[in-house]
Each structure stands twice: as structure tokens, then as C-alpha cells.
């Protein structure tokens, strides 16, 4: 979802407390990159974490006070997260999928709902082996 003023990402890259311009919803790298292919069009910045084997997807701000699905983690208020310079694309260390200077949101519902689906995707897998 790209707003008028997007959040910017500092060129350098700093830690960023999350709850003011966005949220973060954190997911186990597999399962965000899945959502990501079940997403109809993948709009907002996605952050990688390769220490953490993490994705970082960005929502509006108040998103994660209400966010409940297993295997993620939402950061709103109180949390800060490590943003890699906007134009950083690959490792070493953390990058974006998509190299950009905005920090563009991802629309909260339909993100839930593709995460929600490779939960469930991941679960009838589980029973049938």
C-alpha cells in the first residue's frame, strides 16, 4: 500500500522504534516467503534477517497490538528494529527484498490471511506424513 508520505529508510540504516510510521510482523524466513508467493501482489518492504533466518513485513502502526497468528511476532510500541540502508539488496548482514528509500506498508489483512493459509498448508502437511 503506498501512501502519500511514506515512511523514509535512513540511508545509513539505523534501529527504529517501531509503533510511530509502522509495525513489523516478524515470521520464520520459509513460511514469510511463502505468504509472500500467496500474496496477490506483493506491495510493501520486506525486510531479510539471515543471522535470525527471519522476514520483517511492515503494517500500519496500532497493527500489532491486535495481531495474533503463531510462529510470528508482532513489534509495535516498545520495540525497536534494525533497518538496513534503503539501497542494501543482499547480505552481508540484514537487506531488503526489493532495494528502495521508502519503507512502503503492507496491507495487514491480506498479509494475515496468506500467513494464516501457509499455517494451514504447513499443519495438513504435517498430518498426512
Given at each position: 500500500?503506498?501512501?502519500?508520505?511514506?515512511?523514509?529508510?535512513?540511508?545509513?540504516?539505523?534501529?527504529?522504534?517501531?509503533?510511530?510510521?509502522?509495525?513489523?510482523?516478524?515470521?520464520?524466513?520459509?513460511?514469510?516467503?511463502?505468504a509472500l508467493r500467496r500474496l496477490s501482489a506483493p506491495e510493501g518492504?520486506?525486510?531479510?534477517?539471515?543471522?535470525?533466518?527471519?522476514?520483517?513485513?511492515?503494517?500500519?502502526?496500532?497493527?500489532?497490538?491486535?495481531?495474533c497468528l503463531p510462529l510470528t511476532v508482532a513489534l509495535g510500541k516498545?520495540?525497536?528494529?534494525?533497518?538496513?540502508?534503503?539501497?542494501?539488496?543482499?547480505?552481508?548482514?540484514?537487506?531488503?527484498?526489493?532495494?528502495s528509500t521508502c519503507l512502503v506498508l503492507t496491507l495487514a489483512r491480506?498479509?494475515?490471511?496468506?500467513?494464516?493459509?501457509?499455517?494451514?498448508?504447513?499443519?495438513?502437511?504435517?498430518?498426512?506424513?
Amino acid at each position: 500500500m503506498r501512501a502519500a508520505a511514506d515512511p523514509t529508510i535512513p540511508p545509513e540504516g539505523a534501529s527504529v522504534p517501531a509503533g510511530v510510521e509502522w509495525d513489523a510482523i516478524r515470521t520464520p524466513r520459509p513460511m514469510g516467503l511463502a505468504a509472500l508467493r500467496r500474496l496477490s501482489a506483493p506491495e510493501g518492504a520486506v525486510l531479510v534477517d539471515p543471522v535470525g533466518r527471519a522476514l520483517f513485513f511492515f503494517v500500519r502502526p496500532g497493527t500489532a497490538q491486535n495481531w495474533c497468528l503463531p510462529l510470528t511476532v508482532a513489534l509495535g510500541k516498545g520495540h525497536l528494529v534494525e533497518l538496513p540502508p534503503g539501497g542494501r539488496d543482499r547480505p552481508p548482514g540484514a537487506y531488503w527484498l526489493a532495494a528502495s528509500t521508502c519503507l512502503v506498508l503492507t496491507l495487514a489483512r491480506p498479509l494475515h490471511l496468506a500467513l494464516r493459509a501457509v499455517l494451514t498448508s504447513m499443519h495438513s502437511t504435517e498430518e498426512s506424513s
